[in-house]
């Protein structure tokens, strides 16, 4: 299986190309931004000069950039009809429609957190909500990040926020109450709450919190190594091999659906 790695000098990307080696496969190449002046972190990794050329050489392209390219990626990829990993987050909804498109032509695995740790701890925060009536524990969920993460909250709080308004038979969009400050007033009845920190090199920190009147339950996911969130990745390409075009998630390639 040929896999070609889209945003390959990204701190996720240098990882894939380790990741990649380790499990046998072979590397196609990459991509970097179009004007970028970084080089390939691997001289003998190939960087071609758009993903329609990677697409071209690569039955898989496992894509970690950035939420502004995921709407191109998704009519290029879907075009040439190459498998598509995709780890960005802060996607836009007109953006995820667009990636929901492209999956009726390829198969998509799509996760906001490529862990397999991250991957338990969406289907245990499933059954903890289905235990704890909303009428009773406040839902929150606390994330934390490196300095330079660009999208607030990031892709697994909301997964998790997704999880907790599914489970309680609600939209997110209706319930969420994200960045208090000021007067802010009360939380609202069967709010889920979100606070994003960010600070140093954190590479990723995950909470989900549900409070009553006299006790606290924390369910908590902490990644030391990105090196995690890129196995997963690999992993996620090698399973997609010969799937029918269609939207899959970490749990289908763990078999937790
Ligand atoms: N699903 C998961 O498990 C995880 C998801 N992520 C997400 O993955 C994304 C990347 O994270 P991270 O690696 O930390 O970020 P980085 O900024 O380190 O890496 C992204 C890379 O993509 C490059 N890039 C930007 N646009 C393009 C483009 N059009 N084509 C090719 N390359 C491009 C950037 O170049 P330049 O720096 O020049 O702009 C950069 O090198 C984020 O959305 C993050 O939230 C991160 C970790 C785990
Ligand atoms: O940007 C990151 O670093 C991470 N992003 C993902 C997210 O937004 O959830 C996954 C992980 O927490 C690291």
Known sequence: MRIGIAGIAGRVGRLLVQEVGLAGAELSGGTVRPGSTVRSPDPDVFVFKDLAALAAQSDV?????????????????????????????GLSPQTQASVE????????VQAANFSPGVALVLDLARRMTLALPA???????????????VDAPSGTALALGHVVAGARGVRLDDMRESGRDGHAG??????IGFAALRGG??????????TSGSEQLA???RAFDRAVFAAGAVRAALWAEGRSPGLYGMEDVLGLR
């Open 61 to 89: 392209v496992i894509d970690f950039t950035h939420f502004d390219t995921v709407a191109v990626h998704a009519d290029t990829l879907s075009g040439s009809g190459t498998s598509w990993i995709l780890g960005t987050t």
């Open 186 to 191: 009360p939380r609202g009845p069967g709010a």
């Open 135 to 149: 009428e009773v524990y406040d839902a929150e969920i606390l994330e934390m990040h490196h300095r330079q993460k």
């Open 219 to 221: 369910l908590t996911h």
């Open 101 to 108: 498109r492209a999956a009726r032509h390829i198969p998509i």
């Open 201 to 210: 090199q954190i590479v990723g920190e995950h909470t989900l919190i549900f």
